[in-house]
């Protein structure tokens, strides 16, 4: 019989088990946050202040979205090889009590964000909700649910912009969406692979199955294509001069990047990566070193 740990006198145990169930490694995605400010070339420390009020309003609603999702998806979880062994689905925290610290946590990060600015309340409210809503319905949804993810990571860096005031491109939203849309079907292929290997005809809770592996990875591979060219057109344009003296490192970071996102649909194909993408990325070797060279090139263009 399963142990579930009552919610009671604040004890560690419970407190260290709904951490863990509030998925803390997956706040790296909220990083994304910062990108407006760093494109921008932004050393405002009032600006960065604000940029990390709006992480952790954000880490706040998507720990919540995540207990609700693993509340909803408990049957699911327990017949999955992987899921089956998250708190809420091993019985760990009862469902009463994650629910309850999923209306705290997202009551915490709505708060936050209002405290702030408006517009950054704004945009964490439309985050949350679009995260409830996929948790409860939009993830059954064939192709919409990739849409809604890829559209998520995007929000984030809208929120960013709109804690600080800084405009954000037609450029990096173009970029961003194609490349986080693409992201998205390189983790929903991982998956339609993983059910072939396990003899299984479909995602449970899904709208896929194991057959569509092949148009999710050509959808996947044409939106990293499309992120590619949307990079290619932005460093011919001229807003490139406005903000970097000497644009032509810019130009490598090109085929670095595509050779990047090429090399994680690859992995992809020889089941080689086990977990969420971005995730993955960052314990993966290869992809920290192109990472930290497209840095070096931006920062070189700057001087």
Known sequence: MKKVIALGGGSAKFAFVIFRAMRPRQWLKNTLVFIPLLAAHSHNIYLWGKCIVSFVSFCLCASSAYLLNDVLDIRHDRTHPRKKFRPIAAGLVSRK?????S???GGVGLFLASSSE???FKIVGLYFVLTVLYSMKL???LLIDVAVLGGLYTIRMIGG?????IHISFWLLSFSFFLFLSLALLKRHNELLRLESENLSNVPGRGYLSSDSIPVAIFGIACAVISTLVLMLYYNSGDVAKLYPSPMPLFFIIPFFFIW???LWLLSFRGKIDEDPLLHVSKDVESILIIAICIIL??????
């Open 103 to 105: 209306m705290f946590l």
């Open 161 to 165: 912009a709109a804690a600080t005031g």
């Open 97 to 101: 009590n994650a629910i309850f610290a």
């Open 298 to 303: 931006a920062g070189v263009a700057t001087i």
């Open 118 to 120: 408006r517009e950054l």
């Open 261 to 263: 996102i090429a090399r």
């Open 139 to 141: 993830k059954k949804m």
